[in-house]
């Protein structure tokens, strides 16, 4: 079984910064892609931003210089960086990660930690 903790989201006003981290635990050999969501009141889950076990990122176009992604180097904890943040951040971020277990390989998504910025 594997487990995800969120932690970072938040109240800040626009202009602002904030921090998610999402740290792994559980049973599995290793993590390849592990990402960020966000979901809006009214909207759908969008990708805002991944990264392979590689190193490989990528990011929305609406994110792009100003949110970082990045891990940790045990590869099980992953943040995102939020800079200059916009009132049209305000969602919902949700933390995937996919996950190599003995017998499959898994996608698990964390619960989820709200972040509103306010203009």
């Known amino acids: 079984q594997v487990q995800l903790v969120e932690s970072g989201g938040g109240s800040v006003q626009a202009g602002g910064s904030l921090r998610l981290s999402c740290a792994a635990s559980?049973?599995?050999?290793?993590?390849?892609?592990m990402g960020w969501y966000r979901q809006a009141p009214g909207k759908q889950r969008e990708l805002v931003a991944d990264?392979?076990?590689?190193?490989?990122?990528n990011y929305a176009d609406n994110v792009k210089g100003r949110f970082t992604i990045s891990r940790d180097s045990a590869k099980t904890t992953v943040y995102l960086q939020m800079n200059s943040l916009k009132p049209e951040d305000t969602a919902v971020y949700y933390c995937?990660?996919?996950?190599?277990?003995?017998?499959?390989?898994?996608?698990?998504w964390g619960q989820g930690t709200l972040v509103t910025v306010s203009s």
């Open positions: 990264i392979t076990s590689g190193g490989k990122t």
């Open positions: 559980g049973r599995f050999l290793s993590i390849n892609t």
């Open positions: 995937k990660v996919a996950v190599i277990t003995t017998f499959r390989s898994l996608e698990v």
